[in-house]
């Protein structure tokens, strides 16, 4: 039988798979589970030497001299707002196709996200649109390196430089990746990690970010401890019971249990980074000979983490919108996505900020061809078949 003849899942045909792929999923290995059981039965579950390790270990896998860890993305975004010294009156220039929690800390420090568009190609921020942008307010720059593909870091730094700017990188999706050679998470002023479930790596909940600056690191674990100006353990161990705080932080402290995991799962990264190339490899080999889809680009200095494949809908060839595409692979349980409604499109940010669309043309227009095909690194060959072969089965159905 021709490949593609079947009638969609989506109007009562067999689906290509029995069960739902989902588009990205972690793993816990036998080693992960003891590294948890060991620091539980350790006495010492949170603030201990897990906390330290991991920081060391994340520092060393990307090439920054400190590491401060958060117990979440987001708490880190956060702290890094706080270093940055972003407060009221302050902007930082932002890029809408992420998730909503990159500007959501620019808000949380009382300061104004100014979103600038993307880059066709890439869908990272344009610098020449962040440079439009600057103003005798701004006070950071908050780029993300969407999918795992890393932004133009040197021309954001030498633009950060020239205006003194910060440079605050969001590589929640790009632990592992590199940019001329060099390892993302030493190179911008701030890089923040998170280490969600859905990411490369896991602790659970949790998040980083690395620095090269000791004030800012100073600054960051100010932050997630209240504001006090010792942590606990080291009180602990010189008897002192007095303690100051010298700004409003937050609890935002990582586990040792998050951390015991997350130091074994990242001796797992470089397999887990080469299965995902090998994956995208495979996608982008096949996608080559299917008209109607765009793979994504990666450009020549850059290797990608791969946390998203995000390929692009030739519209014009298709007689469906993207949702469309979308349901019918749904139904043939291929757990496509969409990274990511622009951020300037969401219901508080249209209200807070006066966004009316229209504003970012590339984004807005990008997002309604975006869609993430299922990528982890647990994921078989098969799998990734499975995906292609729906793939090609529904684009043919909407082929002009
Ligand atoms: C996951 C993610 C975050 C938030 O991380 P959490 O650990 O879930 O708080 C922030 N920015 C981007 C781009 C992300 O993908």
Redesign the pocket.
């Known amino acids: 039988m021709r490949l593609g003849a079947e009638p969609l899942a989506l109007h009562g045909g067999p689906p290509v798979r029995a069960t739902l792929l989902p588009y990205g999923r972690h793993e816990i290995d036998d080693d992960d589970v003891a590294a948890v059981v060991e620091t539980l039965r350790s006495g010492w579950i949170t603030t201990g030497p897990k906390v330290a390790e991991l920081e060391a270990a994340v520092a060393q896998a990307t090439g920054a001299a400190h590491a401060v860890a958060f117990n979440?993305?987001?708490?880190a975004?956060h702290g890094a707002a706080f270093a940055a010294g972003l407060g009221p009156g302050d902007e930082a220039i932002t890029t809408p196709i992420?998730?909503c929690?990159?500007a959501n800390c620019v808000v949380y420090q009382g300061a104004t996200p100014v979103f600038a568009d993307v880059a066709e190609d890439t869908l990272n921020i344009d610098v020449a649109e962040v440079a439009r942008r600057i103003t005798d307010r701004t006070k950071a720059i908050l780029a993300?390196d969407f999918s795992g593909h890393p932004a133009d870091l040197q021309p954001l730094i030498d633009l950060a430089t020239a205006r003194g700017l910060l440079l605050v990188e969001?590589a929640?999706?790009a632990i592992g990746a590199t940019y001329r050679g060099r390892p993302v998470g030493g190179l911008s002023h701030m890089t923040?990690f998170?280490?969600?479930p859905?990411?490369h790596i896991t602790t659970g909940?949790?998040?980083m970010v690395t620095t090269n600056d000791a004030r800012l690191a100073e600054k960051l674990r100010l932050f997630r401890n209240h504001g006090i100006d010792v942590e606990a353990h080291r009180r602990q161990s010189s008897a002192a019971w007095r303690y100051d705080m010298v700004a409003l932080g937050f609890n935002y402290r990582l586990s040792d249990i998050g951390c015991a995991l997350g130091v074994s799962q990242l001796r797992k990264l470089p397999a887990n980074l080469a299965r995902r190339r090998a994956l995208a490899d495979r996608y982008t080999a096949a996608l080559a000979a299917l008209d109607g889809v765009r793979p994504p680009m990666v450009k020549p200095d850059v290797e990608s983490a791969w946390?998203l494949y995000v390929i692009r809908l030739e519209l014009e060839k298709l007689r469906g919108g993207r949702d469309e595409v979308l349901a019918a692979l749904r139904a043939e349980n291929i757990g496509v996505n969409v990274h990511y409604i622009p951020v300037h499109r969401l219901t508080y940010y249209r209200e807070r900020f006066g966004y009316q669309g229209g504003e970012l043309p590339v984004a807005e227009s990008a997002h309604e061809t975006l869609l993430t095909l299922p990528l982890f690194h647990g994921m078989a060959d098969a799998d990734a078949d499975d995906v292609l072969c729906a793939l090609e089965k529904v684009v043919r159905h909407f082929r002009r």
């Open positions: 979440s993305g987001t708490a975004l992420t998730f929690a990159t993300v969001d929640c999706h923040v998170s280490f969600h859905v990411k909940e949790g998040g946390h």
